[in-house]
């Protein structure tokens, strides 16, 4: 499987070790940067170009590190396209592909070991997309939202209006 990767200074060492490992295990990894270590890199330019990729590339995933996860995981959603998940835990990882068909998950490379996160990205290529009908459906109504900008309606017995 082809898998795109990014990351900021934080993830730099955890994303170089990814790309070798997903080649020993059969995979095609396209390392989106950065491609030298720079304590100032910022993560917006590389990860939004892995998410790119993936976005483009319907039968890809992507793989974006920093420090905690959270900032990639950000950027990578604003990408058209992106289901991303911040993946904290062997479970986290497994839910996004099976629940979310999230298609590029984030890892924290300061908050896990590098075994813990390599495991994480195993679960994550290997775990499939269930395909039930109410994750599809709440697939649907965020990209439809992603596309329209349109609301999905509130369903008839819930209140209609915020409340205080």
């Known amino acids: ?3 795109y990767l990014g990351s900021d200074h934080a993830g730099f060492e955890l994303k170089n070790h990814l790309v070798e490992w997903l080649k020993a295990h059969g ?3 396209v ?9 100032q890199d910022d993560y917006p330019p590389f990860c939004l170009r892995a ?37 904290w835990s062997e ?4 839910l996004g592909r099976e629940h979310n068909n999230a298609n590029v998950v984030a890892i924290g490379g300061r908050m896990h070991s590098r075994e813990e996160s390599t495991k994480f990205v195993e ?12 994750h599809t459906r709440r697939i649907e109504m965020l990209s ?9 309606p509130i369903p008839a017995h819930h209140p209609q209006e915020p409340t205080a």
């Open 51 to 87: 998410a790119e990729r993936v976005a483009a590339d319907k039968d890809s995933l992507g793989i974006v590190i920093g420090g905690s996860g959270n900032g990639e995981q950000i950027a990578a959603n604003k990408v058209k396209g992106v289901r991303a998940a911040l993946a």
């Open 31 to 39: 390392d989106c940067g950065p491609h030298i270590y720079d304590a």
């Open 27 to 29: 995979h095609e990894p």
């Open 1 to 3: 499987m082809r898998v």
């Open 123 to 134: 679960i994550f290529l290997n775990t499939p997309y269930s395909g039930e009908e109410r």
């Open 144 to 152: 439809a939202y992603e596309t329209t900008g349109e609301l999905p």
């Open 91 to 94: 479970q986290t990882a497994a």
